[in-house]
């Protein structure tokens, strides 16, 4: 850091800036590997010293060797990476997908950005979500990324996957909740520090529903979310806004209402994607709320 024109002082007060205290002892003792991040505060530091130095996303985070468990657990299989609260409760459609494994999800990757794209139809049903993630080995032989995804669109009998980037080796759709899980497949395993590009588009059938929201869980902070949405021409929602949930229990908080763009579209950008779950909801006239077609 030093070497950077940046004294350890320094970067302790651009840190404190964002919410973060960190001593210049405690940053010596991680440049000199006497101690190694391991909190979750201790992590969202790692991820804004990134942004301070002007490093490329996950540049740090990839230095970082497999997170010791902690308490009782000996195993490793229910512990992640990041000590933190669950993201997701217990009895969470998240949790019923992947039982244990939710506690590792993607535990050998750092997310460097993420971006989504919602296109509704007519009928204000979710039509096509676009996925795109750039993110980057933290250790030798990382192959798939799996990614949890509620369509909030409950009765959908099927949904169709398109990969752009990356191989399916998994899709499952929970009808009730209108949930997908999907695996992808990287076209080769990466040794640490790599980075793969994964992108693909889901398209349910037969959803029964209107969208109201979406959102997107972030685990561990990562450099850029950026989630749009495009409503059809023919149903425009009378609101729409910005909401953040610290985790799945929560209310949610931080509400900004925005303006559609020209083409009936909403967007959130957030730059330092803090641990939570980010996203838009929004609220249609009264015809939409009960599923009825739109005028001819």
Not at 177 to 184: K, M, R, Y
Not at 205 to 213: F, N, T
Not at 216 to 234: D, E, I, K, M, T
């Amino acid at each position: 850091m030093v070497h950077r024109g940046l004294p350890l002082e320094r970067v302790c007060s651009r840190l404190a800036a964002r919410g973060i205290r960190l001593s210049p002892a405690t940053l010596s003792y991680w440049q000199h590997g006497r101690t190694v991040p391991e909190r979750y505060n201790s992590l969202r530091a790692v991820a804004e010293l990134e942004d301070i130095l002007r490093l490329p996303g996950g540049t740090l985070g990839a230095l970082l060797p497999p997170q010791r468990p902690r308490g009782g657990a000996r195993d490793g299989t229910a512990v992640g990476r990041v000590a933190r609260q669950p993201l997701f409760g217990a009895g969470s459609w998240q949790e019923r997908a992947l039982g244990t494994d939710l506690s590792r999800l993607n535990e050998n990757l750092t997310v460097v950005s993420t971006r989504e794209v919602l296109h509704l139809d007519d009928r204000g049903r979710l039509s096509q979500l676009s996925v795109s993630h750039l993110v980057r080995a933290r250790e030798n032989g990382a192959r798939r990324m799996v990614n949890l995804h509620c369509l909030d669109n409950p009765g959908a009998s099927r949904v169709h996957v398109d990969p752009v980037c990356g191989r399916t080796e998994r899709l499952h759709l929970h009808p009730e909740s209108g949930s997908v899980l999907i695996a992808t497949r990287f076209g080769r395993d990466l040794l640490r520090g790599e980075t793969a590009l994964v992108e693909y588009r889901l398209r349910p059938e037969d959803g029964v529903l209107p969208a109201g929201r979406h959102e997107h869980g972030v685990n561990s902070p990562h450099r850029a979310y950026l989630l749009q949405v495009f409503f059809h021409p023919a149903r425009v929602p009378a609101v729409c806004q910005t909401t953040f949930r610290p985790d799945a229990d929560a209310e949610p908080k931080g509400l900004r209402r925005l303006r559609l763009d020209v083409p009936h579209s909403a967007h959130l950008h957030r730059n330092r994607c803090e641990r939570g779950l980010h996203g838009l909801a929004w609220t249609w006239p009264k015809d939409l709320v009960a599923g009825r077609p739109a005028a001819a």
